[in-house]
């Protein structure tokens, strides 16, 4: 055998290996393909050829993925190694030139050249074949048992899983040979009609339902009965009386059952979705926002608005308030997003309010909320929302600091005169050297230097390096920690009122805003130091009225009322007679809940007919009023008690015989325990300590010593 016949007869594999894995990606896209069009065809139909189509993409996606083209020559050989060892790992020497081969390696060839002759095809190329051939019947039979599934009834099932409950096939009497229901849900769901093929239904509120029922025998009556009280007869659609219907519109949650000719079946439900108000989520600005001096007089609104149909309105309420006392004035304002809303579930909006074009001047105040329509025509809106412009004027006048518990209204008037001599070398600044406005400039920063540290001074804050809260000292980090010194390690554990953190001046609400504050001041500080009054003159503002909130937080007010005290009997005092001193008493009259006593004796009867399959005309009594409570819990939630209300009707109807499963029992005790406990406890007295309370064996003690 030449070396070119060697090479000939593994090209031969690698084209079959080749060939073999693109079939098997081929079949293997296609089962896959069969399987997703049967299960397309459950709710429209397709033709069964689109499965060629999208296995051919399929199946392209398959062979790059497991690089079954990129098999080349060596890889046949290294198979051939592996399965047959009398090659001796020595394969690969046949792909090679006779020129390039040395005398060893050319002996090893023709030592192995008889054996090459002699071997199989190697099984393991053909692996992936087969398999997807496997799979390709499997699939084949997973494509017949899908077509027999009806569509109706698996959409039905379908909008009862989203609600968390999964219908099971209902029982119906052997005089139904089938059942339609067709469901139209109401306009504002944007929902088609369906049908389905059981009694058992989830509708959206408001549907309108059509039940078409077919009888294998003549009927004299059929009629529907409604939460065990309603009555709706169906009306026959032919003279044999063997097709009838009934439509009805479903507002409510409930059960029913069919009579035929006098014949009751079991209890269905019929359970509603709630039409849900339109969910409303604002982002920005916040619940109450300023705008201080110097900031852009806009307020920009982020909102979010989600509902189950979909929204068709959402716009903003605005109310403008100006002025003060008996001069307040009020205007309202509609305000429309720029997106348009057109039906869909959720919106994401924003607005940008200019203040200004609102008319609104420094001192007035903006009230807004978002208002939100549905689908349904139902209406929500947002909480209230607040944006005040802040009035200079107002801040920079001495009312309401004058009375009540004055802080320190020195350092007030200290950071209004800053406020001040800014806005004096601003109108100066003309006028005046660039040397002068700079000194100037510089002293004021100065100034508000020294105000910053004697207000430090009530956060504890008695070095200037801690001042702001957030200056470290970077020295001593790049020094690391010395732990040879001992006054070094007592300082980082011990309590200091030097440290910031450990001030007790003040309650974490008016720390945290007089930290704002002495931010505020750093960064006009800043400014000022770097010949920037304008700049500055926001931030001063704004320190200027955090401060002036801390100080109306500060007070208390207690109005003078006029107390008369008793006359005190100078023979009475220091006795310890506390017999006349008696605790106030209200008395009221709770009549007893007849209702949950009737429930808890149920309770008791159906423990009893575990052992005891009986029932005498008291116990079915007590059983038939724990029921009328059952039905009325069925009627608003049927998922969670018409089960137990169904078991409950077939023990009291029961004779003799009563065959009720453990399961049963179970469920019929789990519904009562449950009604039981949602109603409202029964006050109960209190309990005696046996032993005496230790005032009480005090003054006992105290009475005797007494002459």
């Given at each position: ?14 084209s079959k290996w080749v060939f073999s894995g693109l079939i098997a990606s081929f079949i ?193 009556s059929l009629k529907f009965i409604f939460n065990d009280s309603e009555t709706s007869k ?474």
């Amino acid at each position: 055998m030449s070396y070119s016949r060697g090479q000939k007869f593994i090209k031969a594999i690698k084209s079959k290996w080749v060939f073999s894995g693109l079939i098997a990606s081929f079949i293997f896209a296609l089962s896959i393909s069969l399987i997703g069009i049967s299960i397309w065809n459950i709710f429209s139909d397709l033709p069964y050829w689109y499965a060629a189509a999208s296995s051919i993409i399929l199946s392209f996606a398959i062979v790059q993925f497991f690089q079954i083209v990129k098999i080349n020559e060596e890889d046949v050989a290294r198979l051939l190694n592996q399965f047959y060892p009398q090659l001796e790992e020595s394969s690969s020497l046949v792909l090679k030139e006779g020129e390039t081969l040395n005398i060893l390696e050319k002996l090893q060839v023709q030592r192995i050249e008889n054996e090459l002759i002699k071997v199989q095809i190697p099984a393991l190329i053909y692996k992936r074949l087969k398999k997807s051939a496997i799979f390709l019947l499997f699939s084949i039979s997973i494509s017949l048992l899908i077509s027999q599934i009806d569509a109706s009834d698996l959409k039905n099932k379908t909008i009862g899983l989203k609600e968390g409950k999964f219908y099971t096939a209902d029982k119906i009497l052997p005089e139904i040979a089938s059942i339609t229901l067709n469901i139209s849900p109401p306009s504002y769901t944007n929902k088609d009609k369906r049908a389905q093929k059981q009694f058992s239904a989830t509708v959206e509120d408001g549907s309108m339902l059509e039940w078409t029922i077919e009888t294998n025998q003549s009927v004299e009556s059929l009629k529907f009965i409604f939460n065990d009280s309603e009555t709706s007869k169906l009306r026959p659609l032919n003279k044999n009386k063997t097709l009838w219907t009934l439509n009805k519109r479903i507002n409510k949650s409930g059960f029913y059952q069919v009579s035929l000719d006098d014949q009751l079946s079991d209890l269905y439900k019929l359970e509603i979705i709630k039409d849900e108000p339109v969910l409303i989520r604002i982002s920005s600005p916040k619940q109450y926002s300023t705008i201080d001096y110097g900031e852009e007089q806009i307020s920009t609104v982020q909102v979010q608005v989600n509902d189950d149909y979909g929204v068709n309105e959402v716009y903003i309420s605005a109310t403008i308030s100006s002025g003060q006392g008996e001069g307040v004035e009020f205007k309202e304002h509609t305000i429309l997003f720029s997106d348009k809303i057109s039906g869909e579930k959720e919106y994401k909006l924003q607005k940008t309010i200019n203040l200004t074009s609102l008319g609104m001047k420094p001192g007035d105040e903006l009230y807004f909320f978002i208002h939100a329509m549905d689908s349904r025509n139902q209406t929500s809106r947002s909480d209230v929302y607040q944006v005040s412009i802040q009035d200079t004027a107002k801040l920079m006048s001495m009312d309401g600091m004058m009375g009540g518990v004055n802080l320190i209204p020195e350092y007030f008037r200290s950071q209004r005169q800053i406020i001040i001599d800014t806005e004096k070398i601003l109108k100066e600044k003309n006028s005046i050297s660039t040397e002068e406005f700079k000194s100037r400039s510089n002293n004021l920063g100065i100034d508000q230097k020294l105000l910053r540290l004697r207000y430090g001074k009530f956060l504890g804050e008695e070095s200037e390096g801690d001042i702001g809260g957030g200056n470290e000292d970077h020295e001593d980090e790049e020094a690391g920690v010395d732990f040879g010194n001992t006054e070094k390690i007592i300082d980082s554990y011990a309590h200091k009122h030097d440290v910031a953190e450990d001030a007790t001046y003040f309650e974490p609400e008016l720390k945290a805003q007089l930290k704002a504050t002495l931010t505020e001041m750093w960064k006009s500080e800043l400014r000022l130091r770097t010949y920037k009054p304008q700049e500055a003159l926001p931030f001063e503002y704004k320190a200027l009225r955090l401060l002036k909130d801390l100080q109306q937080k500060s007070r208390a007010y207690v109005s003078k009322t006029a107390l008369k005290t008793a006359s005190i009997k100078p023979e009475k005092r220091l006795t310890g007679e506390l017999d006349k001193i008696i605790q106030p008493m209200a008395e009221r009259k709770i009549l007893k809940n007849e209702a949950q006593s009737s429930l808890k004796e149920a309770t008791a009867i159906i423990a009893k007919l575990k052992t005891k399959g009986s029932l005498n005309l008291q116990d079915r009594a007590i059983l038939q009023e724990a029921n009328r409570k059952i039905a009325s819990k069925a009627i608003s939630e049927p998922s969670s008690y018409l089960n137990a209300f169904e078991i409950m009707r077939k023990i009291i109807s029961a004779n003799i015989n009563l065959k009720v499963s453990p399961k049963e029992f179970s469920i019929i005790e789990s519904a009562l325990q449950k009604i039981i406990r949602d109603e409202g406890k029964m006050p109960q007295a209190r309990p005696i300590p046996t032993k005496t309370s230790l005032s009480t064996e005090y003054f006992n003690r105290l009475k005797q010593v007494q002459p």
